[in-house]
Each structure stands twice: as structure tokens, then as C-alpha cells.
């Protein structure tokens, strides 16, 4: 079946610390793999896509099928970085393109 | 564009009445999302229509809950009759062709039923 895991709920971390939040998903095809995230009381808005290798705000996410992971990641994290994150894997059977999401990671960044 | 439009931004309702959410996509997306999200469990793709016809409702709760899309820039869910156990944040989102590119969501619809 497919599935999203976000293993951690909540991820503390200090301002100018590195920063990985942890996908990991279990699909037969080949994956689409996006990172989104929500701002406090903000909508929700697409941070990454695994097809277009992109960094943004200074995240990047490699896409490892070995590990079947799809790790976000940032080097030196920042304040304003503080926010619901979610991992989504993108269905495809015929028709039925949806996304299957995880069920997010809370990022603190502390002063 | 001035993005997916939802409304209300907020609804307080009492148990047992008739709820209505509308959505109005991105013109030009044919792709449009409800999204239920609560803390317990994060976000449920609720149904998903494509050029207007539904093409997944597996996450609809119960009867209780229905969605239309009568044409390409407008989109309802209604919950009726409303129970406590609804309240939540209610997303719509749309997308162009299939989500590829990613989805644009709106601000939400936070419901509370009491």
C-alpha cells in the first residue's frame, strides 16, 4: 500500500543548526515526491519537488529510492523557518493522480 | 490571480445543521481538492474532482458529507447534519492537469460545530 511516514511529530532544533526532517514512503511505482509547508495560521504552499532538484529557502531534498527516503534538509537553520512541514507522495493508478500525504513535522527553531 | 478563493474563513454552527463550504479554484486549474485537516489526523484528501467529475471520494466520512463541482470555478461541501466531531479546518486546493506541478491551496475554512 502507499504510504507517507514522517517519523518525528516535532523537531527542535537551534537557530544556525542543520535540519533534516525525515520522509520516508513505500510505493510499487516510480515516486513523485513534494515537500510542503505551512506557515502559523497561513495556507498551506509547496516548498519542493523532487523532479525539478531545486533548492528553496535554502532546502534541498534527494530523492534515495534505496532507502525509498525523501529527506528535507537545510544547513543552517533559520527562525522564520519555524513551521508545519508535510511530505506527500503522488498516486498513480489510471486516472487517479491524488496526493498521499504524511502526517507532518512541527520545525521549531529557537533563537 | 488572486489565488483559491474559500468562504466563510470562519463557521460556527450548532450539531444537527447544514454546513456549506464553497471554493473557488485558480482559473485554468482542472484539478480541485477538499482537504479536511485536524490535529489527531493531519490532513484527509476528502475527494478530488477532475474537469469537474469526481474522481476520488474515498475520504468522504459518511452521507453526511457531499460535494459538487457544477462548473470549473466553483466548488461546494456541505455537511449535513453537522456533528461536534466535524469541527476541523476544511482546505480546498486546486492544481493544473493532475497536481504535477503542485497544488495551490486556499486560506481554509475553520469550522466549528458546537
Known amino acids: 500500500a502507499q504510504r507517507v511516514t514522517q517519523p518525528e511529530k516535532l523537531l527542535s532544533v537551534f537557530k544556525g543548526a542543520p535540519v533534516e526532517l525525515k520522509c520516508n514512503y513505500s510505493?510499487?511505482?516510480?515516486?513523485?515526491l513534494f515537500w510542503y509547508v505551512q506557515y502559523s495560521r497561513q495556507r498551506l504552499q509547496l516548498l519542493l519537488r523532487?523532479?525539478?532538484?531545486?533548492s528553496i529557502k535554502g532546502f534541498t531534498a534527494d530523492l534515495n529510492k534505496g532507502e525509498t527516503s525523501f529527506h528535507l534538509k537545510k544547513p543552517f537553520a533559520q527562525e522564520e523557518d519555524s513551521a508545519m512541514y508535510y511530505c506527500?507522495?503522488?498516486?498513480?493508478?489510471?486516472?487517479?493522480?491524488?496526493?498521499?500525504w504524511g502526517l507532518g513535522t512541527s520545525l521549531a527553531v529557537n533563537p | 490571480d488572486a489565488g483559491v478563493i474559500q468562504s466563510p474563513r470562519h463557521e460556527v454552527t450548532e450539531m444537527g445543521q447544514e454546513v456549506t463550504l464553497r471554493c473557488k479554484p485558480i482559473?485554468?486549474?482542472?484539478?480541485l481538492f477538499w482537504y479536511r485537516q485536524t490535529m489527531m489526523r493531519g490532513l484527509e484528501l476528502l475527494i478530488y474532482?477532475?474537469?469537474?467529475?469526481?474522481?476520488?471520494d474515498s475520504g468522504m466520512p459518511e452521507d453526511r458529507f457531499s460535494a459538487k463541482m457544477p462548473n470549473a470555478s466553483f466548488s461546494t461541501l456541505k455537511i449535513q447534519p453537522s456533528e461536534p466531531r466535524d469541527s476541523a479546518v476544511y482546505f480546498c486546493?486546486?492544481?493544473f492537469g493532475q497536481g504535477g506541478y503542485g497544488y495551490t491551496f486556499g486560506s481554509g475554512t475553520r469550522l466549528t460545530v458546537v
Open positions: 486546493a486546486s492544481s
Open positions: 482559473s485554468g486549474h482542472n484539478s
Open positions: 474532482f477532475n474537469n469537474n467529475v469526481p474522481i476520488d
Open positions: 510505493y510499487s511505482g516510480s515516486p513523485e
Open positions: 523532487h523532479i525539478s532538484r531545486e
Open positions: 506527500a507522495l503522488r498516486f498513480n493508478a489510471g486516472n487517479n493522480r491524488k496526493l498521499i
